[in-house]
């Protein structure tokens, strides 16, 4: 049986099989306990699972040849629990800031060296941005990333822009190292981000950072077209966003 071909959906369904039987053991498991308990024959099993080890989701134990969940694995649901959890408490600060201004308003996390955005409220106003919840911007040239960046030591950001090149997206766009490191000095002393038309044209997003007890959650920013940002609205959103990080990092306490 196990020299027959199976299905891609079933060798996936039989994998999640094996790790839901895994993240409920508090021990490494022998390969012929996860196979009776899984229902498969050793050998689909362990085929199985030396491609959960490659992968990392699995790691073994060489001496008791006893398989647990790897750290890939559980990296990644820490991350998706902390962007849950995340998710949960902002959403109502940001409802407030997003009334407050009438601008759309994002949620974003880390990954790797880009800002992924999870949570988006629209502008109810006639002429507002488009951009989708999933979608992924670089750091460099975002207010979300830059405030995120600005939470980092001057050496883990010049370890960032060694591996980005600043590529020019639009003519606002921050392209040599100096004038980046400069522009996360003024970051640190104001407590906020700017993206000056940096990623899109006649775009501009005033960001801050989620960080906590030493904890990177993500950030916020609030989204206009450049033509409605007065001199008192700028400060009304400036005034607003320090107010919901403020109120974000009391609930994470």
Same mark, same amino acid.
């Given at each position: 049986?196990?020299?027959i071909k199976q299905p891609y959906g079933t !060798?996936?369904?039989? @994998?999640? /099989?094996?790790?839901d039987f895994l993240s409920n053991c508090d021990e490494p498991q022998a390969l012929n306990t996860i196979a009776k308990e899984t229902g498969l024959t050793n050998s689909t099993a362990l085929k199985i699972l030396d491609t959960l080890l490659l992968i990392g989701y699995v790691q073994k134990n060489p001496e008791l040849k006893k398989f647990s969940l790897g750290l890939s694995i559980i990296k990644y649901a820490n991350k998706s629990m902390n962007s849950l959890d995340i998710k949960k408490i902002a959403q109502p600060h940001l409802e407030e800031l997003q009334r407050v %201004?009438?601008?759309? !308003?994002?949620l974003g996390i880390?990954?790797?060296?880009? *800002?992924?955005?999870?949570?988006? *409220?629209?502008s109810k106003n006639p002429i507002c941005l488009y951009s989708k919840i999933g979608n992924s911007i670089p750091m460099y040239c975002s207010a979300?990333?830059?405030? *995120?960046?600005?939470?980092?030591?001057d050496e883990e950001i010049k370890n960032y822009l060694d591996c980005n090149p600043l590529i020019k997206l639009t003519d606002n766009t921050i392209v040599t190292k100096y004038d980046f490191m400069e522009e996360i000095s003024k970051v640190r002393k104001m407590?906020? @981000?700017?993206?000056n038309g940096e990623h899109e044209e006649?775009? *501009?997003?005033?960001?801050?950072?989620? %960080?906590?007890?030493?904890?990177?959650?993500? @950030?916020?920013s609030v989204s206009?077209?450049?033509? &409605?940002?007065?001199?008192?609205? /700028? &400060?009304?959103?400036?005034?607003?966003?320090q107010n919901c990080k403020l109120n974000i990092l009391n609930e994470l306490q």
């Open positions: 049986m196990d020299k !060798v996936l369904i039989k @994998a999640s /099989h094996i790790l %201004t009438n601008e759309t !308003v994002h880390q990954d790797k060296d880009n *800002i992924i955005y999870i949570t988006k *409220i629209e979300m990333g830059k405030a *995120i960046l600005a939470d980092l030591s407590g906020y @981000a700017y993206d006649d775009v *501009i997003c005033i960001g801050a950072s989620i %960080t906590g007890s030493n904890k990177k959650y993500g @950030a916020f206009l077209p450049k033509y &409605r940002l007065t001199e008192n609205f /700028h &400060r009304q959103i400036v005034d607003a966003i």
